[in-house]
């Protein structure tokens, strides 16, 4: 069996974006078993990150340090990307810096031709998706595996990750089965240890034979120039020590400044992603295999990728979000994902850090910063981040920032327009009030108003609306105000 170098359907997603949104959210509320199958499992990963907060102590302690660390360290990058990059170079490792996603496909390729890579095992790296690797890997004709349990069935699926870190969030075992038996021409039953088992086998001929292990890092550490990659699987370990090549590609912004931090880091990390007191495989790696090492890659190539990210340096409102440990508490806790799932965000990212990411990295209001609006603002996002990231806020920004770049649609800046002069005089806030009533009255049944015209029939697909009154607050509070006077003056005159 060959398995396709790319993860197929997505591949132009991200280019409808925003005029897909309806669409995707659409198909994503009719699939009942999607919305079952994430509801499950980010309640059971948002149960245990609460379990882990409780017995881990002074949380607030914790996020709060977690917080000053990536704050202090993006408010520093030249100086710590800079001490990294010396590090990693003394310790035998070769740094790139890349631009854009072209440049570092460009780097990638330039190290693949040099060793005549036909093979490139991976282990799970959102970068990498970011700049569509897998897709140029496959045009080049070299065979791309992802050893990621998750990725490796979405691989097959030809399908991008719908979670930071469960990719494979929406498919159950049946489906997983299915896939198992068309790719291998071999029947298996929807049972997790046959399935488990059979991926286990069938990728470790791959650690074994692949020319390059490409890998992500979940934090460089400045101070040493060092690699800290963490998984539940062990595949990491194993992409990362068996081919001769190691090619780590990660985002300009995932570093801490010392060993110190980075215990604080992880910390928040395993307890905010999956409940856990520490990733069950944690691996710091430093530099290429030295002559008395036992095992590790002759070399060691570290794309480091702008992409987007430094535009963001300085900024008031959105550097933050480069603080973000990538640990998907925020899509856990999040009403809107948790209806929808990743897919529908049209974005690697999803949920509210993808919502508030994806504009910001592509530079693109019109399509991406749609993305603002997949959101309740109720700020549960900001309440589960260690990071204390105020995604909320940002979004309202982002909004902000795409009307005042005039890209919403017409009708919808004349609606506003509209509601402004209204709102803004008492005169035609009245009037307004006083016509409503009745020109709503063809739409009321029973108090309420249950399938409204476009575009409130938006609102009454799901729920109904209640009537206006006849009487405003305005008006009973004159009334009653005057019927006190009244009361008042009656008094007075009958002592
Ligand atoms: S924004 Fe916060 S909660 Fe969301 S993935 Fe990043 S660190 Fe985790």
Request: glycine share 8%.
């Amino acid at each position: 069996m060959s398995v396709q170098a790319g993860h197929g359907q997505d591949t132009n997603m991200d280019e409808r974006i925003g005029s897909g949104l309806k669409q995707r959210t659409k198909q994503a509320l009719q699939d009942e078993f999607l919305r079952k199958a994430v509801a499950f499992t980010t309640d059971k990963l948002k149960n245990g990150r609460l379990q882990a907060m409780d017995a881990f102590g002074d949380w607030e302690a914790w996020r709060d340090r977690g917080r000053a660390i990536r704050e202090h360290t993006n408010s520093h990058l030249d100086y710590y990307l800079s001490q990294f990059a010396d590090n990693v170079a003394g310790n035998g490792g070769h740094v790139y810096f890349c631009s854009g996603a072209d440049d570092a496909v460009k780097t990638f390729m330039g190290i693949a031709d040099r060793h005549k890579a036909k093979l490139v095992a991976k282990g799970k790296s959102m970068v990498s998706e970011e700049i569509h690797l897998n897709h140029h890997l496959e045009d080049r004709g070299i065979e791309a595996i992802e050893t990621d349990l998750g990725e490796y069935i979405l691989q097959l699926a030809r399908e991008t990750p719908s979670h930071l870190i469960i990719p494979a969030i929406h498919k159950n075992k049946q489906q997983i089965a299915d896939l198992f038996t068309d790719a291998s021409g071999q029947h298996f039953e929807p049972e997790t240890k046959v399935l488990a088992e059979y991926a286990r086998k069938k990728l470790r001929n791959y650690f074994l034979e692949a020319d390059i292990g490409l890998t992500g890092c979940n934090f460089g550490v400045a101070e040493s120039g060092s690699i800290t990659l963490v998984s539940n699987e062990g595949n990491g370990r194993m992409v990362s020590t068996l081919p001769k090549v190691h090619v780590v590609v990660m985002g300009m912004e995932r570093l801490v400044p010392t060993f110190e931090d980075l215990e604080v880091v992880l910390n928040l990390l395993a307890r905010s992603a999956t409940g856990q007191k520490l990733t069950t495989y944690t691996s710091i790696l430093t530099g290429a295999r030295h002559p008395e090492d036992l095992d590790g890659p002759e070399e060691l190539h570290v794309i480091i990728l702008d992409n987007g990210r430094s535009a963001q340096l300085g900024d008031p409102i959105f550097q933050e979000v480069l603080n973000c440990i990538r640990c998907a508490a925020c899509l856990n806790v999040c009403p809107v994902y948790r209806h929808v799932g990743g897919h529908t965000y049209g974005s690697v990212y999803s949920g509210p850090i993808g919502a508030v990411l994806t504009p910001l990295l592509q530079q693109d209001m019109k399509e991406a910063g749609t993305l603002s609006y997949a959101s309740s603002l109720c700020g549960a996002c900001y309440e589960a981040c260690p990071v204390k990231i105020p995604l909320h806020d940002m979004l309202v920004h982002l909004r902000h920032r795409k009307v005042k770049m005039k890209l919403t649609s017409l009708p919808e800046r004349a609606a506003f327009k509209t509601f402004q002069t209204v709102f803004g005089s008492v005169t035609l806030y009245k009037l307004a009030t006083k016509s409503g009533y009745y020109l709503q009255k063809p739409l009321v049944r029973g108090g309420m108003i249950k399938a409204g015209p476009a575009p409130l029939s938006g609102w009454t697909q799901s729920r109904f609306m209640p009537m206006m009154p006849k009487q405003s607050f305005r008006d009973k509070w004159a009334a009653l105000q005057a019927e006190l006077a009244a009361k008042k003056a009656a008094r007075e005159e009958q002592r």
